[in-house]
C-alpha cells in the first residue's frame, strides 16, 4: 500500500485544486465550534439516501469532486472511493458519498491532521458501509 502511494497517488494528493479547496474550506470553517459540527453531521447522516441533499450536494457537485472521481477511474480499481478534510475533519470534496460528514474523530484525520504534510494512515481492511467496497 505504501508503495502505491508513493508512486501513484502523492503527485495528485498535492496538486492545487485540493489544495485550495481546503485552504477555502479552511476559512470558512475555521471558527466553527463542535456544536456546530456536530449539527452539520447529523444533517449530512439525515441526507444519505434522500433525494435533498443540501449539506451533501456541494461536496459531491464541485470541480474538486470530479478530480478526485477522475482519480477514482483512473486508479482501475484500486481506489474505490476518496475525499478530503479541512481543518476539523469536515468532508472538502469526496468521489462519493461518505457515510457522514466529520471525519474529525476518526483515525484517518487524527493520526494525520497536525503530524505533517507527509502524514498517512493505513486502517484495517474492512468492508466501508457508504460504499459497500472493502
Partial sequence: MERYLQSNIRDWAHSEVLISAIKALNNKTADYDQAMIDTLDAQWRAEVGQSAT?????VLSNTTA?????QVERSEGYITEVFIMDLHGLNVAASDTTS???????AKFNQTYGVN???YHFGDIEQDE???HY
Fill in 130 to 132: 457508504s460504499s459497500g
Fill in 66 to 70: 470530479d478530480f478526485l472521481r477522475n
Fill in 100 to 106: 457522514d460528514f466529520w471525519q474529525g474523530d476518526e
Fill in 54 to 58: 443540501p449539506t451533501i450536494t456541494p
Fill in 117 to 119: 504534510a507527509e502524514a
